[in-house]
Structure formats: C-alpha cells, structure tokens
C-alpha cells in the first residue's frame, strides 16, 4: 500500500533552514506529481509545492517563492524540500501528498497524505 | 486565487442524521473540487475529487454534487467516525482550500 514518511523537522531561528524528506513506497514514485502542503497550528490547510512526476516542472505558492526548494528523485523514491529564510508564520505541520494524476493526466488533488513533520520557527 | 467559503463553520449533529456541507468558490472551477476529511492528531483523507467521484475506499454514504462556484457534500447518516472536520480544495486555478466545517457531535 503507499506509504509516505516524512521526516526533518524541528525547532529554527527566524532565518534559518531546514530539509525536510519525505520517503514514498507503494507506488510507482516516478509516475505521479507530489505535493508539500502544510497546516499551521490550529489552522487550515495550505498548498505549497508541486513538482510533476519527471521533476521537470516545479511550482510555488507566492509567500514561499524564492525560499524554498523542492526536488524529486525518482531513483530513491525520495520528495525534499529545502525551506530557507524561515520566519514564524512558516510554523506549520508540514506534510507531503501524492498527487492523484498519472503521468500528470487529470491531478490536482492529494490521495495519500504523509503523517506530517513539524516545523516550529521561533527565537 | 480563488477562494472557497465553507459553511456553516460548524456542524452540532447527532449520529444516524444527516450532514450537508457547503462550498462556494469566488469564481467557477468547473467540476474541479475535492472534499476531505481530518480527524484530530491525523493527515487528511481524500473523500470525493471532481465534484461527485467518491475516492478509493470511501463509504456510500459520502456524496458530493455541485458545478461552477457552488457544491455540496452530503454524508446521509452519521456514522461516530465521521466527527470531524472536512475541507473542500479546488485545482481549476492552483490549488486551494476553504476554511473547513467541523462536525461535532450534538
């Protein structure tokens, strides 16, 4: 069954950086688009990163554009963001989510979800 | 962005009633919307996606239904794991989500 694991959290300084990992099993990784989305404490959820299948497009929601950095390798199953210039609102849940499509036909929502990995920014 | 207004906030239900949840989005997204569920300390479940198709998995007594800017999730008798909240999310433009409506037990 696909299994997705997060792992790379922890407790930053505004400014600093983080990577977090996730590591997919289940599935064939290198047909399918992955997404990190992330849900601050209390709060809703936000989307906030796309990379399609190949790796060959990537995209960003504004607020983290220019900080953070994701990448796919499809030869280790493995989905990293790097997440730089952190500031307080960043204070989330972060999870990584398998997009839905196959070979980026019909996707655009998440249908297996990581457990999460906590990010916390404070001074 | 679009933005996608759930409603009500929160939903006081007892088991075995009803549950019909809305969202409406500030511009037409076609049939693209999903619903899902999250239950405290857990990851979100994906529900039903393009409006009305239930996901692999997800009892009969989910149902979605709703075009353009207005749609509707009904679950049609409360099972007790269904208290939780539930998000809808669009992908016509990006991807976001409403607020979310959560279900509690009355």
């Known amino acids: 069954q696909v299994n997705l694991v997060e792992s790379g959290g922890g407790v930053v300084q505004p400014g600093g950086s983080l990577r977090l990992s996730c590591a997919a099993s289940g599935f064939a990784f290198s047909s399918f688009g992955m997404h990190w989305v992330r849900q601050p404490p209390g709060k809703g959820l936000q989307w906030v990163s796309f990379?399609?299948?190949?790796?060959?497009?990537?995209y960003y929601t504004d607020s983290v554009k220019g900080r953070f950095t994701i990448s796919k390798d499809n030869s280790r199953n493995t989905l990293d963001l790097q997440i730089n210039s952190l500031r307080p609102d960043d204070t989330a849940i972060y999870y990584c989510?398998?997009?839905?499509?196959?070979?980026?036909?019909?996707?655009?929502?998440?249908?297996?979800w990581g457990q999460g990995v906590r990010v916390t920014v404070s001074s | 962005e679009i933005v996608l207004t759930q409603s009500p906030v929160t939903l006081s239900l007892y088991p075995g009633e009803r549950a019909t949840l809305s969202c409406r989005a500030s511009?037409?997204?076609?049939?693209?919307l999903a619903w899902y569920q999250q239950k405290p300390g857990q990851a979100p479940r994906l529900l039903i996606y393009d409006a009305s198709n239930r996901a692999t998995g997800v009892p009969a007594r989910f149902s979605g239904s709703g075009y353009g800017t207005d749609f509707t999730l009904t679950i049609s008798s409360l099972e007790p794991e269904d208290f939780a909240v539930y998000y809808c999310q669009q992908r016509a433009h990006w991807f976001t989500f409403g607020g979310g409506t959560k279900i509690e037990i009355k």
């Open positions: 511009q037409g997204v076609n049939s693209y």
């Open positions: 989510a398998k997009d839905r499509g196959y070979s980026g036909y019909d996707g655009g929502y998440f249908d297996y």
């Open positions: 990379i399609q299948f190949d790796g060959a497009n990537k």
